[in-house]
């Protein structure tokens, strides 16, 4: 494949095969196919951040890399999702809204002057149950412990935690270890280092990756 270079402060517009890519923890780079049959490399920040949009297959995404130009000076990395891409998104809400929203009550289109006659009770079909679905959590690619964190243990039977979501605690420990093995953030502030954490933190409880703190029976 022909690598995709990513000029600096010049946004870059892809669609990705998988999102997820394949992440290489001894170079700490992620490498990505775009639908065009390019190779896209991306830096640990850019792929942190490409986990946090978490776009679907094929959805076009930006890539802009942030760089002051100065010799030494490290660079900040922005994915975001397209403006086709977001109008797509929003013509899909569209879609499934109901469209008998906003037409008013039953009591408003009955005439005045007549009796209410009480609606049909609905049929009620049995629903069939499916079965679960297990979701592999995306927060960051698992090492062996000796490349990154150890895999994460089997989630005790009290844990009530929605499937693929990872405990806080858990998540905790995998952020930072990821952050102080990271030879990105190996001259980072601790205040900087506790931002980034925090940020990542954040993002994810949002998105549905993390649960609830796992206590231990």
Not at 4 to 32: C, H, K, S, W
Not at 194 to 202: C, F, G, M, R, V
């Amino acid at each position: 494949m022909k690598p995709l270079p990513i000029a600096p402060n010049i946004p870059l517009t892809v669609a990705l095969q998988d999102p997820e890519g394949r992440f290489d923890f001894e170079t700490g780079m992620g490498q990505y196919q775009t639908i065009t049959g390019e190779l896209l490399t991306l830096p640990r920040p850019a792929v942190v951040a490409l986990n946090t949009l978490d776009p679907q297959p094929g959805e076009e995404i930006t890539i802009c890399k942030h760089w002051s130009g100065k010799p030494g000076e490290k660079s900040e990395w922005t994915i975001t999702l397209s403006p086709r891409a977001e109008n797509a998104r929003a013509e899909a809400e569209k879609l499934t809204q109901d469209p008998a929203e906003g037409m008013g009550t039953v009591e408003s289109l009955i005439p005045t002057g007549k009796a209410v006659v009480a609606p049909p009770t609905p049929i009620r079909r049995p629903v069939r149950s499916r079965p679960p679905v297990e979701v592999q959590p995306r927060l960051f690619d698992r090492g062996t412990g000796t490349h990154g964190p150890a895999p994460l243990p089997q989630l005790a039977p009290a844990a009530r935690l929605r499937p693929g979501q990872i405990p806080a605690n858990i998540a905790t420990r995998e952020i930072l270890g990821f952050i102080q093995s990271d030879p990105n953030t190996a001259n980072w502030s601790d205040q900087a280092r506790q931002d980034l954490a925090s940020t990542i933190l954040i993002a994810s409880f949002k998105a549905g990756y993390i649960g609830l703190w796992e206590r231990q029976s």
